[in-house]
């Protein structure tokens, strides 16, 4: 039986096209599918434009608009293939990864480097590839692009130019691409949840990212307590290190700790992990309430993860420091 193949188009480089303002999202997923004509040739693909945006505008309330087409789309078919610009697209994927735990169909996210219409460009394959993880995947969110399959909490987009855009972060890949195709490698399901399916893109956007440099001032805390934020994602120097000389940054956690705004500290360091065991100042966060590390999940996981928690706080909260869809090694699986 020939699979059956959804296709959500977002926009993005990948149905970009030139204008006088330069590249701008304008072609519709019915074209995406002209420029890859040997996909018709193995699969029933039906193609739905969900938004048509450059990536830097999708933003938190386009993830649930997408996740909610995703859940439809997934009734009636195999798979789910969503194009989507580079920029943002490890974001939406591990946003995704969370809102769609329970989801029984594979939901693959790619897009390109270079505009469908451009010569050489890198569209056509990473969109065929793309419809190959999908149709041979278990279920799960993942970013097929040049040649690799990532999971969604996994990615993140290291080149700005090169084909080659996105690694799997502390995590290997779970598939690649050579000459005799695709090969995946066997993973472990994630937990099943006990939360009503639902409620599940039910997310809080009121988080804040803050990245420590050398003299940060304790004001930001106090700004971000007035400006209503819910969660912070910090992060730290190394291992989950900051300064408490003359800016007496520790103080201004534990305010934020008081008021009960769910902080996520996360390191610097593209590799490894955060562990706020090993330094003095690092025991002093993990003592303060609200305080949890992020051990070696990706910035754009411990973003997304955390609004999603806040999105049900209730029930979802015990849920932070465990790994829920491959975003990182269970603390307690250690």
């Known amino acids: ?29 019915e074209e995406i599918l002209r420029f890859s004509p040997r996909l018709s040739e193995y699969a029933d693909i039906s193609a739905t434009d969900v938004f048509t945006l450059d990536s830097s505008n999708i933003q938190p309330e386009e993830w649930q608009v997408l996740a909610g087409a995703v859940r439809i789309a997934a009734k009636e078919s195999d798979c789910v293939v969503i194009t989507h610009g580079t920029d943002t ?18 939901v693959v996210i790619t897009g390109s480097q270079l505009p469908l219409d451009f ?48 690694d799997s972060i502390n995590a ?3 598939g690649y691409f050579d000459a005799d195709g695709l090969h995946l490698t066997p993973q472990p399901p994630p937990k099943a949840l006990d939360l009503p399916m639902d409620t599940m893109t039910d997310i809080d956007a009121r988080v ?52 009960g705004i769910l902080t996520l500290v996360t390191t610097q360091c593209v590799y490894e992990k955060a562990d706020l065991s090993v330094y003095e100042v690092g025991h002093d966060m993990a003592n303060m309430h609200s305080i ?39 603390p307690e699986e250690r």
Request: proline share 6%; glycine share 8%.
């Open 292 to 330: 949890h590390g992020a051990h070696d999940m990706t910035t754009e996981a411990a973003v997304t993860k955390l609004m999603w928690v806040l999105g049900d706080r209730g029930r979802r909260t015990q849920l932070l420091t465990k790994s829920l869809c491959h975003e990182m090694i269970d």
């Open 1 to 29: 039986m020939r699979p059956k193949i959804a296709l959500l188009a977002t926009g993005g480089t990948i149905a970009s096209m030139r204008s006088a303002q330069g590249l701008t999202p304008a072609m519709h997923a």
């Open 89 to 106: 697209m490890a974001y939406t994927a591990s946003a995704l990864s969370f809102m769609l735990q329970g989801l029984s169909t594979p």
């Open 119 to 166: 010569p050489f460009s890198d569209a056509p394959v990473n969109l065929e590839e793309a419809c190959s993880v999908g149709v041979h995947s278990p279920p799960g969110v993942y970013i097929s692009f040049h040649h690799k399959v990532i999971y969604g909490t996994r990615a993140v987009k290291m080149r700005t130019l090169s084909f080659d855009a996105f």
């Open 172 to 174: 290997p890949p779970v």
């Open 208 to 259: 804040f990212l803050l990245k420590l440099m050398p003299g940060t001032s304790p004001d930001i805390f106090s700004h971000l307590i007035h400006s209503g934020y819910q969660g912070l994602v910090l992060e730290a120097f190394g291992l989950g290190g900051l300064h408490y000389i003359r800016r007496n940054l520790p103080d201004s956690l534990r305010a934020i700790s008081q008021r």
